[in-house]
């Protein structure tokens, strides 16, 4: 395959380096003429020393009989026009483009980038993985410290939607005194029947916990495989 | 008519300025405040300081509901993606890139984008001065094609010039004035 890559960071550098060496046939366009010297020095003489946005050199560097056009640049709007360019105006069949900004995603796929990478949605996504969601939340500490106000909310799989407070096992030395519906308290009585996306706020001792997270929240792993 | 304008260096803050004067609502966008100081003391219009290509801060601006957007940055790609923006986020109705490499700015004319592209126009104000033929370089030029993302159809806001490519240069008044 024929890749022509068009940025010379870091990305760009371990991209043509990676490709390199499973055999594909690469371009790297890199406008700083300094930087690009260095690449070649490493990588050899696949480099272009043109701003790959110029169509110009984008055509030079051969992206009409490229396979893909790899944008990773570190400007947004530069990797957009890059694959815009390559797809409408050298009929590039797969362009790749880095973004940035999560919130350029939309907008570039609907312009017809066909592949979006953001780093930043990326790592955004793992460190999400790491935060339980499904948790009780710790309000704040009461008495000596033995009581907690504890938040719990209600979101899908938790065995408390469609049931009353009656109807569940709450631990000893624990009681469920409000629910937060549409952003209105109200007393949680035994008989108020709990749904969805419901705050609902307890107060209990710091052992009661476990339980209180069983009845509310729901089995742990397997809401946290989810 | 409520015209946005990103990018407050001479053109922008001269239509800006004559715009506001000819009683448009004129909204002018720029990353730096000092821009700004280009535009007269008793600016009619609204100048606000934030990045044209972040949708977020063309809606505070106001953009919604713009007839007129014109994208007049230094980056030929900051602009084109200012205007796709302006296409795609707010519908607005005739969209203006400046774009100042003539490949790009005629291949987004044919993506549903104006553009104007400086390279051509003052070429063609220098061949037009002293006699020579015109350089069939991009200047003014219309959306030809049709935009990839929505139903955006521009009306003409130039005249087309007699050239078949459709690339041909319009030096006349607006285009001469453009940039010193």
């Known amino acids: 395959m024929f890749v022509l890559v068009v940025g010379g960071g870091k990305v760009g550098y371990y991209l043509a380096k990676e490709l390199l060496d499973s055999g594909h046939e690469v371009a790297l366009m890199e406008k700083d003429p300094e930087r690009a010297r260095q690449i070649a020095d490493e990588i050899g003489s696949i480099v272009i020393a043109h701003d790959g946005c110029e169509g110009k050199y984008l055509g030079e560097a051969g992206s009409n009989r490229a396979d893909v056009v790899a944008a990773v640049t570190g400007d947004d709007e530069d990797n957009l026009v890059i694959c815009q360019m390559a797809k409408h105006h050298f009929d590039v069949p797969r362009t790749i483009a880095r973004v940035n900004n999560p919130k350029n995603e939309t907008l570039f796929r609907h312009l017809g980038v066909d592949e979006l990478i953001s780093p930043t949605r990326m790592i955004l996504g793992s460190i999400e993985q790491d935060i339980p969601v499904h948790e009780l939340l710790h309000l704040a500490a009461l008495g000596e410290g033995e009581l907690e106000l504890i938040e719990a909310h209600l979101q899908p799989g938790s065995p408390a939607i469609g049931r009353a407070p009656r109807d569940l096992e709450i631990p000893e030395g624990c009681s469920l005194f409000a629910v937060i519906r549409d952003g209105v308290a109200s007393p949680l009585r035994p008989d108020t029947v709990l749904r969805e996306g419901d705050k609902v706020i307890a107060i209990g001792k710091q052992e009661c916990e476990d339980l209180l997270h069983g009845q509310l929240i729901g089995d742990p792993e397997a809401t946290a495989a989810g | ?180």
């Open chain 2, 1 to 180: 008519m409520k015209i946005v304008i990103v990018g407050c260096g001479r053109v922008g803050a001269s239509a800006a300025e004559l715009w506001s004067k000819a009683g448009h609502e004129v909204i002018v966008l720029d990353i730096s405040t000092r821009a700004f100081e280009r535009l007269p003391s008793g600016f009619g219009g609204t100048a606000v300081r934030g990045d044209g290509t972040d949708e977020d801060v063309l809606r505070r601006a106001g953009a919604e509901g713009a007839d007129i957007f014109l994208a007049l940055t230094e980056g030929d790609n900051r602009n084109v993606m200012a205007a796709q923006l302006a296409v795609e986020a707010f519908g607005v109705p005739r969209v203006i890139a400046k774009i100042n490499d003539p490949v790009r700015a005629a291949a987004y004319a044919e993506l549903g984008i104006a553009t104007l592209c400086r390279t051509g126009l003052m070429v063609d104000a220098v061949n037009a001065h002293l006699g020579f033929p015109s350089s069939g370089l991009a200047g003014m030029l219309d959306a030809s094609g049709h935009h990839p993302g929505g139903d955006h159809h521009s009306p003409s806001t130039s005249q087309q010039s007699d050239a078949p490519s459709g690339a041909g240069p319009v030096p006349a008044a607006p285009g001469a004035s453009m940039e010193a």
